[in-house]
């Protein structure tokens, strides 16, 4: 166990907090003696991955950091057109789309070059241009911190929604996911549909994406839109997009007709974050270093020295801005730490 850790370089923000205690489990047996360990027991304790979804409001970390280190992936299991693939909690994720693209294998291509790790995927039920980890998801496999077993969870036992899952809610804290099983295909139509996307796909005259090149595609409209957290701290969205009711839809409309709007059915409608945001004035916003990004409104940036607490207040004050001009509440996808 290693003390007073400095996690700038594990948190996409760049905020230089410093934590108390940190761990890194290279095996799943490693994480039965850390439950026996009196740092773990007498501390408050958190599961990091990549840090691409946390904000850290302090920067002291009074507690234990914990964090999966075993990598790699392997076939264990193949049935006609399905190949199941186990990846281990601390595997990069972006390199394990990146694999699984190179071997061909369809169903997390549109989720390219998404930052974190594949432990934490499951975690937000992670999406990208019109796919969820949820619609290749197998079963995983998680250290319970309660009973100190381990359990597998399939599909129902998740409880996966619109970036969430039961790990981000009723069982938050209480399992470190050590290893993920995909259900991947070998042939399968792809997914192009999505806005971004089919334009893309189209302006570059390509009719008959491959996979390799659907994945590039994402890739490229990715690097165009998001800063990347190596210059500019920052951790993807910041804020969930909301789902209303129609009647609210309707008084907005009389203000607002061009609103963007997903029908979700049973009177309900998804509106982008991003564009409640913008409407209301943020987009390129910045108050010291604590800023929104100039190219997409939902993404909050680290211009080099904000704080935590400067991040947080900044999102604070656009969440009551929507609030007050449109009535709706805007949810952080961030996790506040
Ligand atoms: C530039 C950028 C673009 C992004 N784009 C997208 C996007 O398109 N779609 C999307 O869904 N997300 C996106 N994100 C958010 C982020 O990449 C994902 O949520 C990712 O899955 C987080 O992985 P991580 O390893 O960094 O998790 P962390 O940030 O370290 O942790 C996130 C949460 O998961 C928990 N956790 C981490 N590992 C484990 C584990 N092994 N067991 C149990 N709990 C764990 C943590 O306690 C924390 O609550 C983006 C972020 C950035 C910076």
Same mark, same amino acid.
């Given at each position: 166990m ?9 948190n ?9 205690y940190f ?6 047996? !490693?994480i ?15 599961? $990091?991955?990549g ?14 950091? /914990? ?10 299991? !193949? ?21 699984m693209? !190179? ?7 549109? $989720?390219?070059?998404?930052p ?9 039920n992670?999406?990208? %241009?019109?796919?969820? $980890?949820?619609?290749c ?7 319970d911190?309660?009973?100190?077993? /381990? ?10 929604g #619109?970036?969430s ?13 050590s ?6 295909k ?10 971004n996307?089919?334009? %893309?796909l ?7 994406p491959?996979?390799? !090149? ?14 990347d ?5 920052n951790?993807?969205s ?13 008084d907005?409309?009389?203000? #607002?007709?061009?609103?963007?709007k #997903? ?7 998804k ?20 800023g ?5 409104? $939902?993404?909050?940036?680290?211009h080099g ?15 009551l ?6 009535g709706?509440?805007l ?7």
């Amino acid at each position: 166990m290693e003390r007073f850790i400095d996690l700038k370089s594990f948190n996409t923000f760049g905020l230089p907090v410093v934590a108390n205690y940190f761990v890194r489990i290279a095996h799943s047996a !490693e994480i039965k003696e850390l439950i026996e360990n009196p740092v773990f027991k007498e501390n408050r304790r958190l599961i $990091l991955g990549g840090g691409s979804n946390v904000l850290f409001l302090d920067d002291f970390f009074e507690g234990l950091i /914990i964090q999966m280190d075993n990598t790699g992936w392997e076939i264990i299991n !193949e049935k006609d057109e399905i190949v199941y693939v186990c990846a281990r909690a601390g595997t990069d994720w972006s390199f394990f789309v990146d694999e699984m693209v !190179e071997a061909g294998l369809h169903g997390l291509e549109n $989720l390219s070059l998404i930052p974190g790790k594949v432990g934490a995927a499951p975690m937000q039920n992670i999406g990208a %241009y019109g796919v969820e $980890l949820k619609d290749c998801f197998h079963s995983l496999e998680a250290f319970d911190l309660q009973s100190g077993n /381990i359990r597998v969870f399939d599909k129902p036992s998740c409880n996966f929604g #619109y970036r969430s899952s039961v790990f981000k809610h009723a069982a938050r804290g209480r399992y470190i996911i050590s290893a993920v099983t995909f259900a991947l295909k070998k042939n399968a139509e792809l997914n192009t549909s999505y806005g971004n996307l089919e334009e %893309y796909l189209k302006q570059s005259g390509i009719k008959n994406p491959g996979i390799k !090149e659907l994945s590039e595609a994402v890739k490229t409209i990715r690097q165009s839109k998001l800063p990347d957290p190596r210059y500019v701290g920052n951790a993807g969205s910041f804020f969930k997009n909301p789902v209303v009711h129609k009647l609210l839809l309707d008084d907005l409309m009389k203000e #607002y007709a061009q609103i963007p709007k #997903y029908e979700l059915g049973n009177n309900t409608y998804k509106i982008p974050a991003a564009w409640l945001i913008e409407q209301a004035g943020w987009k390129g916003y910045r108050l010291g270093d604590a800023g929104v990004h100039d190219k997409q409104a $939902l993404v909050l940036v680290n211009h080099g020295s904000a704080s935590g607490r400067e991040i947080f207040a900044l999102a604070m004050k656009i969440q009551l801005d929507v609030k007050t001009k449109f009535g709706i509440h805007l949810d952080p996808e961030v996790n506040i730490i």
